[in-house]
Structures are given as C-alpha cells and as structure tokens.
C-alpha cells in the first residue's frame, strides 16, 4: 500500500475555520518567505491586540447608546429587541474587559511581590 500524503495547507485550514486575518497572515509570510523577505510580515503583539478589543466594545457600547436613543425618541425603524440584544452585546463586553484589567492587575501585583 502506497500512501501519498500532501504538504498541510495552513492557511487554507485557517480560511476554512473562520480565521480570515490569520490565513492572510500565514499566506503572506510564505510568500515574503518566498521572496527571501521574512520580516515584512508584522507580528501580532498584546497590545495591539488588546486595543482593537478595546476599540470594538467602545462601538458597541456606541451603537447601543444610539439605538437606546433612536427608541426613546420612537423611531420606526429601530425595535426594542434589536436595543435590548445590543445593550447586552455591550455589557458583555465592558464585563469581559473589565476581568481582563483585574486579571492583568492581579498578575502584575503578584510578580512584584515575588522575591529575587
């Protein structure tokens, strides 16, 4: 029996599980591999990272400010349950960042209580 396995196409399975920005990102360090350029790939870092996260909950809770006003002022167009779903969209979020914080916190204070 004579198998033939082909080389794992990461970018692909990315693709195909629904991460766009990481496919776009393998694809483009094969090709800048490729070309013999490896560093202009840009690497991920936390902070980054951390700020879009930060930039999308602040949007959120932006959109949910303004559906909670287009339904105080009765506008047609906007119902209460699409508000009601975005307010809690924005909640969520605001909870979630705020544990991180408490987390990082926490993680500072116990490495600069550790003794050297």
């Known amino acids: 029996m004579d198998l033939k ?13 629904g991460m766009a920005d990481v496919a776009r990102r393998v694809e483009a360090k094969t090709r800048a591999e490729a070309a ?11 902070q980054t990272s951390f700020s879009s996260a930060l930039n999308s909950i602040s949007k959120s809770q932006a ?7 287009e339904v105080q002022f009765d506008n047609p167009t906007v119902s209460l ?7 809690q969209k924005a909640q969520l979020g605001f909870q979630s960042a705020v544990q991180v914080r408490n ?7 116990d490495i600069m209580n550790m003794q050297v």
């Open 36 to 46: 013999g350029q490896s560093s202009a790939v840009d690497k991920p870092s936390f």
């Open 103 to 109: 987390k990082m916190v926490q993680a500072y204070t």
């Open 63 to 69: 959109t949910a400010a303004t559906m909670q006003r």
């Open 5 to 17: 396995l082909k080389p794992f196409d990461f970018a692909q399975a990315a693709a195909k599980a």
């Open 81 to 87: 349950e699409e508000t009601m779903v975005a307010m």
